[in-house]
Every structure is written in structure tokens, then in C-alpha cells.
């Protein structure tokens, strides 16, 4: 099994920064998708952004321009770099890896535990 460990939550004023990491337990023998999602009180998980394996990303429209999402294999993290933060971003910030852990293995789908963002206004 392998562990998502999500970090770089916290409280933030509107406009400021802050830089998600996800580090994981062990390396994946293939990943078909990373991403962020995100889930604030009271509404569903929703999409923030995705990579993928060769480095092409899609954002949700409500976030593209602030953030960026980005991978370092060598390291097994991904990240998302947050700028231009709004009170409307504050949420569960949750990543996901969707993977096989070794050959001949079917892809599961893999999720942190979340970290807290909140935006002060």
C-alpha cells in the first residue's frame, strides 16, 4: 500500500500564497493521473487541477492563472502553488494519484488525507 501525505496548509489573507505538497510513501511503477481537489464545507469534492505523466495539466476555470500544479518524480511529490488566493478558495485541499504499485497490477485510486486552506478576507 502507499500513502498520500499532503502539507503546506494554513491560513492565508486574500491575495497571499501558499504552496501545497504531497509526498508519496513509495514509488509508483506507473501512474495514469495526478491531481488536487479540493471539498469546502457544505459542497462536494471538486476538480482544482490535474498532470499528467508527460507533464501536460488542466485546471479548473476557477483557478487557472493563480495556481500551478507541478510533479518531481525523483522525489515522488506533487505540488500546487497557489497565488492570488480568495476567500472562495478555502477548502480540503486533497491529492490524488491514480496508479499501479507494481507490474501486473490493475490502477487504484489513491487519496490524502487532506490539508486545511483557509483565506481570510
Known amino acids: 500500500q502507499v500513502q498520500l501525505v499532503e502539507s503546506g496548509g494554513g491560513l492565508v489573507q486574500a491575495g497571499g500564497s501558499l504552496r501545497l505538497s504531497c509526498a508519496a510513501s513509495?514509488?509508483?511503477?506507473?501512474?495514469?493521473?495526478m491531481g488536487w481537489y479540493r471539498q469546502a464545507p457544505g459542497k462536494q469534492r471538486e476538480f482544482v487541477a490535474t498532470?499528467?505523466?508527460?507533464?501536460?495539466?488542466n485546471y479548473a476555470d476557477s483557478v487557472k492563472g493563480r495556481f500551478t500544479i507541478s510533479r518531481d518524480n525523483a522525489k515522488n511529490t506533487l505540488y500546487l502553488q497557489m497565488n492570488s488566493l480568495k476567500s472562495e478558495d478555502t477548502a480540503v485541499y486533497y491529492c490524488?494519484?491514480?496508479?499501479?504499485?507494481?507490474?501486473?497490477?490493475?490502477?487504484?485510486?489513491?487519496w490524502g488525507q487532506g490539508t486545511q486552506v483557509t483565506v481570510s478576507s
Open positions: 490524488n494519484i491514480v496508479g499501479a504499485m507494481s507490474w501486473g497490477l490493475r490502477s487504484s485510486d489513491y
Open positions: 513509495r514509488r509508483f511503477f506507473s501512474i495514469n493521473a
Open positions: 498532470i499528467t505523466t508527460d507533464g501536460s495539466t
